[in-house]
Each structure stands twice: as structure tokens, then as C-alpha cells.
T-cell receptor
Framework: DAGVIQSPRHEVTEMGQEVTLRCKPISGHNSLFWYRQTMMRGLELLIYFNNNVPIDDSGMPEDRFSAKMPNASFSTLKIQPSEPRDSAVYFC????????????FGNGTRLTVT | SQQGEEDPQALSIQEGENATMNCSYKTSINNLQWYRQNSGRGLVHLILIRSNEREKHSGRLRVTLDTSKKSSSLLITASRAADTASYFCAPGDTGRRALTFGSGTRLQVQP
């Protein structure tokens, strides 16, 4: 089990650029979650998918943020255009939507927007 | 989905001592989970306690749940320097798949 894989681990970009973060969930998991973590706001839930369908995107901060899950093994979170206040660590997590199964987190993408 | 609130925000102890962290939540739950986050890493699931359980053990971890007070505690016995991390609780609502998290408790175990 390779765990949840996120790429890149670090991303530095200039304000106004498009940023794409990638996530490969654990094989067989059917729910996927994107979180953002900052010192000021802690760990925020941005959006989650179940069976590749977005269920709740109420945490997505603005229209500049979009997320897709084209298949069960891949998801992207895109920010266009990026702003300095988007600087944070972005985590992807997955779980098998059955009973009380726990979340499995990737190690995050640290995004710095200058 | 409700989030738990951890207390204290920060805790510093000596190796070998016990560490106790508390979690409060607002509405009824189906279960409550505790997670650990080491610096620069994602959260790792530690233990889950169901709403009909009062206490659960896993190695050096002991979790209690008091649904009447809407609170839970995580006890780490005989702490080690490797236990240094942030700890988060996540109340699980019935019928909602997503978990939300509070600010966590930052535990520092001094060798």
C-alpha cells in the first residue's frame, strides 16, 4: 500500500500563475478530500468527492479554486490565478466509504505564492 | 460537519510523563477519531471510539468519551520524544462522510 500520493511536494510560483496540485488516492478508496492548512486558519476542508462525484464544495474559498476527479485514481486541485494568500499546505486524503473507516492523508503540497 | 476543539493548545512535558489532551464538540456523534500530525507530514489516524463506548486502549494510548458532556480525552502514557506532534480530534456525524478538524494540541516531549 503506497498510501495517498501528492505531487509536487513543494511549489513556488508567482502571483497570477496557474497552479495545479495532484493527488492519487489509495486504490479501492471511493472518497477523496482536499484540505488546506495554514497557521491562521488551521486545517480547512475545501471539497470532497464520493465515487468521483463532488459532494460538497462549500469550503472552496473562491471561484479561482477548482477541483476535478476524472477517475477513481486521480484528482487535481487548480488555482487560477494564484494569489499570495493562497500560500498554504494542501492535503489530499482518501477513505473507503464504509462504516467508520479512517481518513488516510498524503504528505501535502507546500504552496508558496510570491 | 462539526469540528472538535482541542485543549490545551500547547503542552510541554518531560519524557516518561503522561500527556492528556481534551476535545469538546457540540452535537451528537456517531464516533470520534484522534489523529496525529508530525511536522511536515499529513495526519495519521490513531484511534476511533464509537458513541456507545466509554473507553478504548491502543498500546500507550487511552481514549475516553463522555457523550453527556460532549467531550473526549486522549492520554498518552510514558511519553517519548517521538510523540512530539500535533494531535487532532474529529467528531464523526452520522450520515456525513467528511471530517473537519480544530486547531489541535501541540505536544512537545522533552528528552
Amino acid at each position: 500500500d503506497a498510501g495517498v500520493i501528492q505531487s509536487p511536494r513543494h511549489e513556488v510560483t508567482e502571483m497570477g500563475q496557474e497552479v495545479t496540485l495532484r493527488c492519487k488516492p489509495i486504490s479501492g478508496h471511493n472518497s477523496l478530500f482536499w484540505y488546506r492548512q495554514t497557521m491562521m486558519r488551521g486545517l480547512e476542508l475545501l471539497i470532497y468527492f464520493n465515487n468521483n462525484v463532488p459532494i460538497d464544495d462549500s469550503g472552496m474559498p473562491e471561484d479561482r479554486f477548482s477541483a476535478k476527479m476524472p477517475n477513481a485514481s486521480f484528482s487535481t486541485l487548480k488555482i487560477q490565478p494564484s494569489e499570495p494568500r493562497d500560500s498554504a499546505v494542501y492535503f489530499c486524503a482518501s477513505r473507503l466509504d464504509r462504516g467508520n473507516s479512517p481518513l488516510h492523508f498524503g504528505n501535502g503540497t507546500r504552496l508558496t505564492v510570491t | 460537519s462539526q469540528q472538535g476543539e482541542e485543549d490545551p493548545q500547547a503542552l510541554s512535558i518531560q519524557e516518561g510523563e503522561n500527556a492528556t489532551m481534551n476535545c469538546s464538540y457540540k452535537t451528537s456523534i456517531n464516533n470520534l477519531q484522534w489523529y496525529r500530525q508530525n511536522s511536515g507530514r499529513g495526519l495519521v489516524h490513531l484511534i476511533l471510539i464509537r458513541s456507545n463506548e466509554r473507553e478504548k486502549h491502543s498500546g500507550r494510548l487511552r481514549v475516553t468519551l463522555d457523550t453527556s458532556k460532549k467531550s473526549s480525552s486522549l492520554l498518552i502514557t510514558a511519553s517519548r520524544a517521538a510523540d512530539t506532534a500535533s494531535y487532532f480530534c474529529a467528531p464523526g456525524d452520522t450520515g456525513r462522510r467528511a471530517l473537519t478538524f480544530g486547531s489541535g494540541t501541540r505536544l512537545q516531549v522533552q528528552p
